[in-house]
């Protein structure tokens, strides 16, 4: 049964400290999405990449936030340096997209759950 | 103009019961609606989803209505299960001519079924 894999699982860091989180989407999807889930807010799309391309990542705060692929397997988002309001669960989602196709789904992975204090 | 709204909020059904949960939205742009559900500790997952062309969808025992006059949608559990309690997440994607799309969430639905 094919999986996204995020790591860690869980992270508690001091403010001030990088994070990385890390994604494996499935093998053979070309999309990937990072969303961020608060009680507040819900889920917020964070930033999104096309065959390994970024797409939008209109929804990312860039002086702290960066997100990339270094290849097919791997999916990073990085937060330099980490406030306490960045605490929330970060999910990576995967799937696959061609052309017209609107009905295919997204499979999320389990998450990593961050705690600036 | 982005944003879908789910009610309620938080939802409380006796088993056997049906659950119903409302989604609304304004951008006429969105043409896939997923319906998402997540347990705790878990990502979301997809149940059902639906396109604007067509007024229902039914899987099992979740069924889609949608309204595209009205802009909105709704997911009906019927018989519902102690098993079904989790939170549902309904969604719009909205598709460009670049290739792009943005997948929209409502807030959830916190649904829990008392045995």
């Known amino acids: 049964d094919a999986r996204v894999t995020q790591t860690p699982r869980h992270k508690v860091t001091e403010m001030g400290q990088e994070v990385t989180m890390r994604c494996q989407p499935i093998l053979g999807h070309n999309t990937v999405f990072w969303y961020r889930q608060t009680m507040m807010q819900g889920l917020e799309l964070l930033a999104y990449?096309?065959?390994?391309?970024?797409?939008?990542d209109s929804g990312m705060p860039k002086d702290r936030f960066s997100a990339e692929m270094p290849d097919a397997t791997l999916a990073t988002l990085k937060i330099q340096p980490s406030e306490p309001r960045d605490s929330a669960v970060y999910f990576c989602?995967?799937?696959?997209?061609?052309?017209?196709?609107?009905?295919?789904?997204?499979?999320f992975g389990n998450g990593t759950r961050l705690t600036v204090t | 103009q982005q944003q879908v709204k789910q009610s309620p909020q938080s939802l409380i059904v006796q088993k056997g019961g049906i659950s119903i949960i409302n989604c609304a939205y304004e951008?006429?742009?969105?043409?896939?609606f997923p319906w998402y559900q997540q347990f705790p500790g878990k990502g979301p997952a997809l149940l059902i989803a639906?396109?604007?062309?067509?007024s229902e969808k039914k899987e099992g025992r979740f069924t889609i209505s949608f309204n595209k006059s009205a802009k909105q949608f709704s997911l009906h559990i019927m018989d519902s299960q102690p098993g079904d309690s989790a939170t549902y997440f309904c969604a719009a994607n909205l598709f460009t001519q670049g290739g792009s799309e943005k997948l929209v969430f409502g807030k959830g639905t916190k649904l829990t079924v008392n045995p």
């Open positions: 639906i396109r604007p062309d067509v």
């Open positions: 989602a995967s799937g696959f997209r061609v052309p017209r196709d609107r009905g295919s789904p997204l499979h």
């Open positions: 990449f096309r065959n390994r391309a970024p797409l939008d």
């Open positions: 951008n006429t742009a969105f043409d896939y």
